[in-house]
């Protein structure tokens, strides 16, 4: 599936444009973290790879193939949850993989135990709080063992505490090999969990730098007036 690469992305629905040629390329390995203004396209991008929209334009390149392997998986910010137990859910997911019954409850309750609902197995998905509803959407992609993993402000609605459940989550996700791309609003979360950053704006990569050069030194107008604007006090950036 590696390296991903995007060569002239576009996407226009009703001659609105959108992405503009995107272009971009990711390794497999780390967690890349996806920045920029409300309508830059943030979330548009991570349902383009997962395969939720078709392009306008330009292509798609998954290592020497135009399609993934299937080895992908996708969060978002809302749950998307069976209105069935906690355990059904996780193993719903697996259906498709060639496990038998026992290695499927198996995979499910190791999983379930390392995001701390195991002794929520039989309760309906329906019924946990929040930050319980987005470990379960977690846990069904972890158990389905993804080489990408694509989350959509994964803790957009959650307080701290249940934020800082997830992240650790996804950190446990990331170094057990999958590669991680994400979007945030928050950029707390984006400076303890990003490995790289990328930038979007009028339809456009305009930065993808490691993470600390990002933050230290941000080399385009739109992403210094973003920081500015996004942070609770005013930044001086080297120039």
């Known amino acids: 599936m590696f390296p991903l690469r995007l060569a002239g992305l576009r ?3 009703d001659g609105r444009t959108v992405l503009a040629g995107l272009d971009l390329e990711l390794s497999g390995e780390g967690i890349s973290v996806v920045l920029g ?3 830059a396209g943030k979330t548009l991008l991570l349902r383009l790879l997962a395969g939720l929209l078709p392009a306008h334009g330009g292509s798609i390149f998954w290592g020497n193939s135009a399609r993934p392997d299937g080895r992908l998986a996708m969060v978002f910010q809302q749950p998307m949850l069976l209105r069935l137990s906690v355990l059904t859910n996780v193993e719903f997911a697996l259906r498709p993989q060639a496990l038998s019954p ?16 195991a002794h929520r197995v039989r309760d309906c998905a329906r019924l946990l709080s929040g930050g319980e509803r987005q470990r379960l959407a977690l846990a069904r992609a972890w158990a389905m063992r993804p080489r990408l993993l694509l989350l959509d402000e994964p803790t957009a609605s959650l307080d701290p505490t249940a934020t800082d459940a997830v992240e650790r989550i996804i950190r446990e996700i990331r170094t057990e090999g999958a590669k991680v791309l994400m979007t945030t609003h928050n950029l707390g979360q984006a400076t303890r969990l990003a490995d790289d950053i990328i930038f979007l704006a009028e339809g456009r990569v305009q930065e993808h730098e490691p993470a600390q050069r990002f933050f230290a030194h941000p080399q385009s107008p739109a992403a210094r007036a973003f920081m500015q604007g996004e942070l609770p006090w005013r930044i001086a950036f080297d120039h």
């Open 102 to 117: 026992a290695e499927r409850k198996t995979r499910t309750m190791e999983v379930l135990e390392r995001v701390g609902l």
């Open 11 to 13: 996407f226009a629905p």
């Open 37 to 39: 203004p409300n309508g």
